[in-house]
């Protein structure tokens, strides 16, 4: 049942002179009902052959044809149905058929009588897919047909042959009314058909094709002035209607998207989401085959891909490495700060090859040309992502067809208002992150002045209110014992001595985090400057008080390079805060060995009190109290593993804490670069040609 070819086809094959022009359904609407007027207001019984491509387009017209029905008996409407619409005779005869039909694509209209004829015979544009504007007005008004409309009476015949054959082919029934309707109005089968039926011969045949093209051209009715300038009119109006809805449906669709990355960034400042709603968006709406979005510096060498949009087939660049600084187009969007736009690639190494110097020309055609091939680029559009002239990433477009693509302007312009926003919400995104890392600065610094004020409230008015009360006695009690006087002394000296060590961390750590200190760097001995640090740490603590400590370093160990004054204040301080936090039982422990990476590790252990797990990096801190600031049972100021910790990292070594937990004792490492034996050889020769 199903007939293949439109009317608009065969009608053209049968007369190759005519030729079809482009309506918009605004027009077809104008000039159908001019047709129905037309009929409604003559005395004529036409024959009207009316086609719906949907039944709900016929029920808007079914009151006219009515009325038309009340003054021929010759009139079909064709129609798909879709609820109620059927074959019937009730009022005139309406014809039903199926959806896969060429009809349901088709807007024909035809009225021949006895005085007149016209018709309208159009098939709809069907969209390629790529006008992506098209969708979005989604318009019935914009909708396009192409097709005939004409006044002459053979293209009218013609056109009324293969409408009455697909009536007959529907609804069999009418032989008898359709050929009725054939006598009636003069349209002969054989002529208007000869050409299929055989029954004309060549010269009949070239006859009646030149008396229709002379029709076509001369019939005055064909050209009627006032229906050409309505058509004209309403053409025109429809171009601009369609030219003012594109406008409206880019700004759309522009502002959508810039809508779409505001809602991202409300909800989540955070980078890599903004990017992946962004390209999916911006891939989707502009149906790239692979869109690309990367954060990125001018002076990046690569950039890791890890967000894009792929269409189907096209190869994914995720966690690939995306040369930068090799890049010719990278480096010219970076130079001239706007969008650099390749329609086609298989031009692009020549091109790149007079934009790069000598040095780099051939490093640079490999690179491009690798990324060309490698990855199906036939056209290339990179808009830079921009704050202030500063870089801050990029969008890649990328069309990997065979042929190449042309991004209109308006895209490109999309592509550039999405940058702009982009830009300005990953400078907000950055921005929050530092006022994050500034907001846990102050709160650092916050805890900081905490701990100072409650240090220094302990460690230094505690020292200051003894010797005030020493000093005071000895004023006031002029006959003081002797014995009590030497007591007196000796504490206000210790608490004076303590101040002055609480003063003199201060000011070391101070200048090491200022970076003052001045770095007296030579190859010395470990074992000494051990030994240097357990004679200070004697000095200041009686002999009952110390715990037992042994030393397990070497005299075969390399000399290590270290400024000897500060390698002697670490191990010091590391001796130090292991004699206090171990009972007079108990044992601390100094050992060192060769790691193989040209380091020393010297490890200090001992058996005291041992620190919990998860503190074990924060004992690092300035001012950490393993018992807090005013309920520890021994001295200090907290300073001291932060002054280690800067000494180590200025010499190129690491230090850190192991424990097992509470009471099950603590080691303290660090490494310190050796010298090795060849500079060692070096080194005793030096010597020895000085003493010479």
């Not at 544009?125 to 969708?135: A, F, I, L, P, R």
């Not at 890890?306 to 090799?326: A, F, G, M, R």
Request: hydrophobic share 35%; net charge negative.
């Amino acid at each position: 049942m199903t007939i293949p070819k439109s009317v608009l086809a065969e009608l053209v094959q049968e007369i190759p002179q005519l030729r079809p022009q482009i309506y918009f359904k605004t027009s077809l609407t104008a000039l159908s009902h001019a047709m129905e007027d037309q009929v409604l207001a003559s005395s004529d019984q036409p024959l009207v052959i009316a086609t719906f491509q949907q039944e709900r387009f016929y029920r808007q017209e079914a009151h006219r044809y009515r009325r038309i029905a009340n003054l021929t008996s010759q009139v079909y409407v064709l129609a798909a149905p879709e609820t109620a619409f059927k074959n019937s005779s009730e009022y005139y005869e309406t014809i039903a058929f199926s959806t896969q039909e060429t009809l349901s694509k088709e807007w024909n209209l035809l009225v021949l009588g006895q005085q007149y004829s016209s018709c309208l015979i159009c098939n709809e544009c069907v969209n390629s897919g790529n006008d992506e504007t098209y969708k979005l007005i989604a318009m019935d008004q914009a909708r396009r047909f192409e097709g005939l409309w004409t006044f002459d009476r053979q293209v009218c015949v013609q056109a009324a042959i293969f409408l009455l054959n697909r009536i007959v082919k529907y609804r069999p029934e009418l032989e008898e009314k359709v050929q009725a309707a054939r006598e009636i109005y003069g349209i002969n089968v054989d002529v208007g058909m000869g050409r299929k039926s055989g029954k004309i011969k060549s010269s009949s045949n070239r006859r009646y094709q030149n008396k229709v093209s002379k029709v076509v051209t001369q019939n005055p009715q064909f050209h009627d002035p006032f229906a050409q300038r309505l058509v004209t009119y309403l053409q025109a109006s429809q171009y601009k209607l369609l030219k003012a809805y594109r406008s409206i449906a880019a700004q759309e669709q522009k502002q959508r998207l810039i809508n779409i990355i505001s809602n991202a960034m409300r909800r989540s400042l955070d980078p890599d989401e903004i990017i992946r709603v962004a390209v999916q968006e911006l891939g989707e709406a502009l149906l790239a085959c692979r869109c690309l979005i990367y954060q990125c510096r001018a002076l990046d060498a690569t950039a890791t891909i890890t967000h894009e949009y792929l269409s189907s087939s096209v190869t994914s660049v995720v966690n690939q490495e995306w040369p930068l600084q090799d890049n010719p187009l990278f480096q010219k969007v970076v130079q001239i700060q706007e969008y650099v736009y390749v329609e086609d690639t298989s031009l692009l190494p020549n091109y790149c090859l007079t934009e790069t110097s000598q040095g780099s020309k051939f490093q640079a055609k490999n690179c491009i040309e690798t990324l060309i091939s490698q990855w199906e680029i036939k056209s290339w559009l990179m808009v830079p992502l921009l704050y202030q002239g500063r870089l801050l990433g990029m969008v890649e477009l990328h069309h990997c067809g065979s042929y190449p693509h042309n991004w209109s302007d308006d895209k490109i312009d999309l592509v550039q208002a999405i940058a702009t926003q982009l830009g300005i919400t990953l400078i907000q995104a950055e921005t929050y992150v530092h006022l994050e890392e500034l907001n846990q600065q102050l709160e650092a610094l916050d805890r900081t002045r905490s701990n100072l004020i409650a240090i220094t409230g302990h460690e230094l008015r505690t020292p200051l209110s003894t010797i005030q009360v020493c000093l005071e006695s000895l004023s006031q009690e002029p006959d003081m014992p002797a014995e009590l006087r030497q007591v007196m002394l000796e504490t206000a000296l210790a608490d004076a001595d303590r101040m002055r060590h609480l003063v003199q961390d201060f000011l070391t750590l101070s200048h090491l985090e200022s970076g003052t200190v001045e770095w007296n760097v030579e190859y010395l001995p470990l074992l000494e400057c051990v030994d240097l640090a357990l004679s200070s740490i004697r000095a200041h603590h009686s002999q009952k008080d110390l715990p037992n400590i042994t030393t397990e370093v070497s005299t075969e160990l390399p000399l290590v390079l270290a400024d000897g004054e500060w390698l002697v204040e670490v191990l010091s301080k590391l001796l130090d805060n292991a004699c206090k936090f171990t009972q007079s039982e108990g044992t601390v422990m100094i050992g060192a060995t060769s790691n193989g990476n040209n380091m020393l590790e010297v490890t200090v252990s001992d058996t005291g009190r041992g620190i919990e797990p998860k503190r074990l990096e924060a004992v690092f801190d300035r001012f950490y109290q393993e018992e807090g600031a005013l309920r520890r049972s021994v001295g200090g100021t907290g300073l001291g593993l932060a002054i280690c910790r800067q000494i180590i990292t200025r010499l190129g070594g690491k230090i850190w804490a192991k424990s097992e937990g509470k009471n099950r004792g603590s080691q303290f490492h660090f490494t310190i670069p050796i010298v090795s034996n060849s500079e060692q050889n070096r080194e005793g020769k030096s010597k020895n040609k000085k003493q010479t």
